[in-house]
């Protein structure tokens, strides 16, 4: 292999690893404001006490709505982005905020699906 052919290959690789920094950087704000909703119909779903059930659900749930996403972004920052998500439920739970009613079924359920 020439210099030439190895140095068009590595500005290659640089501008591939430049366009997925740029893409999960462009999408963090939108996947976290969706891991809310998918931890919270996760936990509506599964109930408590299935916590790595429920993170691989909203992990498949994130391959489907954001596969370039997914293909690029690693399941460690994935995992610690659903914690934050999972903390934000959490207060819901506690503070009696509408959603935490949702997912806990209350006041006005009447068994329909939401």
């Known amino acids: ?5 190895i140095i068009a290959l590595c500005a290659g690789g640089a501008v591939l690893v ?3 920094v740029y893409l999960i950087v462009n ?20 109930g408590s006490g299935t916590g790595q059930l429920k ?8 391959c489907s709505k954001f596969p370039t ?3 690029l972004l690693p399941f ?5 982005w659903v ?4 903390e ?6 506690e503070v009696g905020n509408p959603i935490g009613d949702y997912i806990l079924h209350k006041e006005g359920d009447n068994g329909t699906v939401h």
């Open 88 to 93: 934000t439920m959490r207060h819901w739970l």
């Open 55 to 62: 993170l691989r659900t909203v992990y498949d749930w994130f």
């Open 18 to 20: 430049i366009a997925a």
């Open 27 to 46: 999408q963090r704000t939108k996947v976290k404001e969706w891991l809310k909703y998918a931890v919270v119909e996760a936990e509506k779903l599964l």
């Open 83 to 86: 914690d934050v998500a999972l």
């Open 69 to 71: 996403t997914a293909a």
């Open 76 to 80: 460690p920052v994935f995992s610690a």
């Open 1 to 5: 292999m020439q210099m030439n052919d």
